[in-house]
């Protein structure tokens, strides 16, 4: 049974919270997976996990390159025996004011990011959690 991220355990919510990098996982066209290390936040109370990067990077242009609908991606992070993956649809947006909130966000849960112009978020809403943090 899936349950709404609100209703996950503190301890899942911690895990999303504490400093550690994530891996990012999507799919070529050619449907072989690109997975990269990434800073991602989660908003639990929408179900939104966000990722910032370049509009140039490998991964916003994959993302992109599904449309409107959006491109099935994976997140997780582990720590030691402590995992989790987040699963949802993925879109890539440079609409300054969501990309402001996700540089705020980047910055509470690990440092203030470098300036780059052309800075975009992938906002991710998350459909499955596996795991067991």
Known sequence: MLLPLSELSGGF???WTERQLGVLSTVRGDGTVHSVPVGVTLDVKTGIARVIC????HKAR???AAGPEGAAVAVNQTDGRRWSTREGRAIVSDDPERVADAERRYAE???QPRVNPQR???E???TKVLGNA
Do not use: A, H, N, Q
Not at 54 to 57: A, E, L, P, Y
């Open 54 to 57: 370049s509009g140039t990077s």
């Open 120 to 122: 975009v978020v992938i």
């Open 13 to 15: 919510v911690d895990f």
């Open 124 to 126: 991710i809403t998350v």
């Open 109 to 111: 849960r690990y440092r």
């Open 62 to 64: 994959l993302v992109r």
